[in-house]
Nanobody, 118 residues
Framework: QVQLVESGGGLVQPGGSLRLSCAAS????????MGWYRQTPGAQRESVAG???????NYADSVKGRFTISRDNAKNTVYLQMNNLKPEDTAVYYC????????????WGQGTQVTVSS
């Protein structure tokens, strides 16, 4: 069973930056896709960014131009670089991994809190 562990969350002022990491307990070479969701209390989990094995990426409209997802297969880690953070980016961020194009979100991390506040 693969485990995903997120890190890098914290408190940051508006306009600041954070880099989230998602480290897998094993090789990520076999994953079709990995990515990030976020969730605020009382709301559904929403997709933030994804990256497939070929390197193609996708982003929610709300984060385009500010967030960048990347994948380092040698380190079995996916990153989410978040710049120009806004208070509305405050949420728990979850990492996922898919074994196939079916978007089943086969594995999830435990989440890391990001708070954007002055």
């Amino acid at each position: 069973q693969v485990q995903l562990v997120e890190s890098g969350g914290g408190l940051v002022q508006p306009g600041g930056s954070l880099r989230l990491s998602c480290a897998a307990s094993g090789s990520i070479d076999s994953f079709y896709a990995m990515g990030w969701y976020r969730q605020t209390p009382g709301a559904q989990r929403e997709s933030v960014a994804g990256i497939i094995s070929g390197g193609s990426t996708n982003y929610a409209d709300s984060v385009k131009g500010r967030f960048t997802i990347s994948r380092d297969n040698a380190k079995n880690t996916v990153y989410l670089q978040m710049n120009n953070l806004k208070p509305e980016d405050t949420a728990v961020y979850y990492c996922y991994a898919d074994n196939s194009p079916r978007k089943r979100r086969d594995y999830w991390g435990q989440g890391t809190q990001v708070t954007v506040s002055s």
